[in-house]
């Protein structure tokens, strides 16, 4: 059977879903309402600087290597995958710097110069108990369909949750194994991937610690934005179509209405579109729910003439009270005092993405989503912070920036349709996690299915590979496909 299918939405959750979709013989099309791919993978460039758009650190390749598989390609032949070691350089505002590794021995040593040595003779056993977690949590909560409540509520998935605790609070539980709060935040802020406070986050999110300590930030040549790009070479040379500049107004059934006022059928319909907008926007339908929504970014995308060679590829700057800037972000809505911040070079590992004699800086600063209504000056108060923090730590000087791009919480909803500029899409505490996150698939419209951030099982790029895999089981056990 073939099937005629519309993909709404070029991010890597519809790129993911066309590639799958048409190797098995479909007819897809894909229709993206901006000029590029990608979504917030996109490729961003200040005169002759090139930058990943939003994500910048390649994780778990588990669900790169099966999608690359499962269409019968191998990942490393299509992209050129090199390990960052270190992860990336710790700047604490006392002054102390850490590298971040999956070296065990070069991080025990680095934990004794903090003067750390019990939480370094603790560390190969919260490694250990993190890789159990990751072990358990992925294939049993993350890489399957809920198609019953009991395939959430069974025994064996209570029994995993007990076992683990699961459901604990991760900063409380990174606190067992370590006492310095400087490894403390260490352990705990890749929560903040998923836009969520490690205050506020479950202990299985701690399996984002575990992928980078235990597993490892890789990147591949050319940028993050390669993956996207890749994606959708391998898809069109399936045959797939992908028009760009093609913004979708509604669907309803297999009707899909673009701006233009142009309406074709299709059998069913993929949405890669952010889920709350898209369910209001283009299906008609309330979720039904009240959701919480992520946090927000402000980038700043920096051509900056000289060198820093302080900074590594990937770099982590702590504020001084990291409760207090997760709590101004999250539930007061303030801009942070002294914000916590993550600086990359990808040139370091890639020259060819900066000319001589410059660097291709990016800067993301988490901050409330629009929540709040954003101001120029706050996009100033951040940038002053920032740079301040960057001058006194690594030595930047504002005079040698040739060329700067910002990107606020507010262009992350006008550009990409993120609701309330959360660029993470919906929140990830525990009512919006694995069985109550919003389904892949629309009650209210048969053939209409969801991929992508804001549904199961989650926001990341591995998740949202995992999600098109999930998504395109469900229509196949729906005979869509
Ligand atoms: C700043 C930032 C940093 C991140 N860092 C990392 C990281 O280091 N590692 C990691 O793994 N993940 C990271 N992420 C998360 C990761 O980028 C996302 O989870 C993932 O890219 C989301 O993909 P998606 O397909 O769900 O959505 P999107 O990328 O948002 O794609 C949705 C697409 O739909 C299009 N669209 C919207 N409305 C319409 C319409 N009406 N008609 C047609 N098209 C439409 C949009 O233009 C967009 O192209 C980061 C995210 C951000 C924002």
């Known amino acids: 059977m073939r099937s005629k299918i519309a993909i709404v939405g070029a991010g890597l959750g519809g790129l993911a879903t066309a590639l799958r979709l048409s190797h098995l013989g479909h007819d897809v099309t894909v229709f993206e309402k901006t000029d590029q791919v990608g979504g917030r993978n996109r490729r961003v460039t200040v005169n002759d600087c090139e930058f990943d758009g939003g994500?910048?650190?390649?994780?778990?390749?588990?669900?790169?290597r099966k999608l690359f598989s499962d269409v019968g390609e191998r990942l490393e032949e299509c992209l050129q995958l090199q390990l960052c070691d270190p992860s990336y350089r710790v700047f604490y505002s006392g002054g102390e710097r850490l590298d971040g590794t999956t070296d065990v021995d070069r991080m025990i040593s680095q934990m004794v110069e903090l003067g750390a040595g019990d939480d370094a003779d603790r560390y190969p056993h919260l490694l250990r108990d993190l890789r159990d977690l990751y072990q358990d949590a992925i294939p049993n909560f993350v890489e399957k369909n809920f198609y019953s409540p009991l395939d959430f509520f069974g025994p064996r998935q209570l029994g995993l949750v007990a076992k683990h605790g699961m459901l604990s609070n991760m900063a409380k539980r990174i606190a067992r194994y370590v006492k310095d709060p400087r490894?403390?935040?260490?352990?705990?802020?890749?929560?903040?991937?998923?836009g969520l406070s490690p205050f506020d986050a479950p202990w299985v999110y701690a399996t984002l610690t575990y992928m980078e300590y235990g597993e490892g930030i890789w990147y591949p040549k050319g940028g993050i934005v390669e993956i996207a790009r890749v994606i959708a070479q391998l898809a069109e040379a399936r045959g797939a179509t992908i028009r760009l500049e093609a913004p979708v107004a509604s669907f309803e059934g297999g009707q899909?209405?673009?701006?233009?006022?142009?309406?074709?059928?299709?059998?069913?319909?993929?949405?890669?579109?952010?889920?709350?907008?898209?369910?209001?926007?283009?299906?008609?339908?309330?979720?039904?729910?009240?959701?919480?929504?992520?946090?927000?970014?402000?980038?700043?995308?920096?051509?900056?003439?000289?060198?820093?060679p302080d900074l590594l590829h990937h770099n982590v700057f702590f504020g001084s009270d990291f409760n207090k800037n997760l709590n101004q972000i999250f539930h007061q809505l303030d801009i942070p005092d002294d914000p916590a911040f993550y600086a990359a070079v990808s040139a370091r590992s890639d020259s060819g993405r900066a000319p001589d004699g410059h660097e291709n800086l990016y800067v993301l600063v988490p901050c409330p989503n629009l929540e709040r209504p954003w101001t120029e000056a706050d996009t100033k108060a951040i940038e002053d912070k920032v740079f301040g923090r960057l001058h006194r730590e690594v030595g930047f000087e504002q005079a040698n920036l040739r060329g700067i791009q910002r990107f606020t919480p507010s262009d992350w909803r006008d550009?990409?349709?993120?609701?309330?500029?959360?660029?993470?899409?919906?929140?990830?505490?525990?009512?919006?996690?694995?069985?109550?996150?919003?389904a892949n698939y629309s009650k209210a419209h048969p053939g209409v299915y969801y991929v992508g951030a804001s549904t199961a099982p989650g926001n990341g790029m591995p998740m949202v590979l995992i999600s098109a895999d999930l998504a395109v089981q469900r229509m196949a056990r729906d005979g869509r496909i």
């Open 415 to 438: 550009t990409l349709n993120l609701d309330r500029g959360a660029a993470f899409g919906i929140s990830h505490h525990f009512l919006q996690s694995a069985y109550f996150r919003p």
């Open 256 to 308: 899909v209405r673009l701006v233009s006022g142009e309406v074709l059928s299709f059998d069913a319909v993929v949405c890669g579109a952010d889920l709350p907008y898209a369910q209001r926007e283009l299906e008609g339908q309330s979720h039904g729910r009240k959701l919480k929504y992520s946090c927000s970014t402000t980038m700043f995308y920096l051509d900056y003439e000289g060198s820093l």
């Open 183 to 194: 490894l403390q935040m260490l352990f705990t802020f890749q929560a903040m991937y998923l």
């Open 55 to 64: 994500p910048t650190l390649l994780m778990m390749l588990d669900p790169f």
